[in-house]
T-cell receptor, first 110, second 114 residues
Framework: GIQVEQSPPDLILQEGANSTLRCNFSDSVNNLQWFHQNPWGQLINLFY???GTKQNGRLSATTVATERYSLLYISSSQTTDSGVYFCAVVGETSYDKVIFGPGTSLSVIP | DAGVTQSPTHLIKTRGQQVTLRCSPK?????VSWYQQALGQGPQFIFQYYEEEERQRGNFPDRFSGHQFPNYSSELNVNALLLGDSALYLC?????????????FGSGTRLTVV
């Protein structure tokens, strides 16, 4: 089945810094989402982005489907950005089965 | 507009017991998927229900079973609990008409098996 890798596994940032999180996937996808999991376990949908670029406030994401990767940009990070960021995909041959990457654990310190 | 609702939020069970977790999908969604998330790992797909039938299943034993009701709500049942079943169980809903539009997750049920 489709494999999803994320890098870096862990990231520590000073408040106000910028960062880029990467997601690589091994096969063509119909669906790609970025999620933020807060310390209480809630998964928050950040972007639905199977291709192209989207922006929402300090966050933006780009997916280059032909090269099988997606990037999540966080600018002017805040302590509330801390948590785990997951990339999740649905492969073209795995109808509706969402595969999660291992996640990037982000800690933003004051 | 209510999101995905899961109950209970926390649960402690003994090895060998059985447990039932419940999920109500977001309004307008008719498809429910269940995930198991062990500590420090990403969620793992258990199975998905659409039109009251199991449509897809991940690599989980038959001890894990489910059901979807006519109102689209769903239950996850786990029999003969093992210590390794301790995890956060997440429910996600989506639209069968727009399966690739995106998923909404509930807050999860944290199951501890002792």
């Amino acid at each position: 089945g489709i494999q999803v890798e994320q890098s870096p596994p862990d990231l520590i940032l000073q408040e106000g810094a910028n960062s880029t999180l990467r997601c690589n996937f091994s096969d063509s996808v119909n669906n790609l989402q970025w999620f933020h999991q807060n310390p209480w376990g809630q998964l928050i949908n950040l972007f639905y982005i199977p291709s192209g670029t989207k922006q929402n406030g300090r966050l933006s994401a780009t997916t280059v489907a032909t090269e099988r990767y997606s990037l999540l940009y966080i600018s002017s990070s805040q302590t509330t950005d801390s948590g785990v960021y997951f990339c999740a995909v649905v492969g073209e041959t795995s109808y509706d089965k969402v595969i999660f990457g291992p996640g990037t654990s982000l800690s933003v310190i004051p | 507009d209510a999101g995905v609702t899961q109950s209970p939020t926390h649960l402690i069970k003994t090895r060998g017991q059985q447990v039932t977790l419940r999920c109500s999908p977001k309004s307008g969604h008719d498809t429910v998927s269940w995930y198991q998330q062990a500590l420090g790992q990403g969620p793992q797909f258990i199975f998905q229900y659409y039109e009251e039938e199991e449509r897809q299943r991940g690599n989980f034993p038959d001890r894990f079973s489910g059901h979807q009701f006519p109102n689209y709500s769903s239950e996850l049942n786990v029999n003969a609990l093992l210590l390794g079943d301790s995890a956060l169980y997440l429910c996600a809903s989506s639209s069968g008409q727009e399966p690739n539009y995106g998923y909404t997750f509930g807050s999860g049920t944290r199951l501890t098996v002792v």
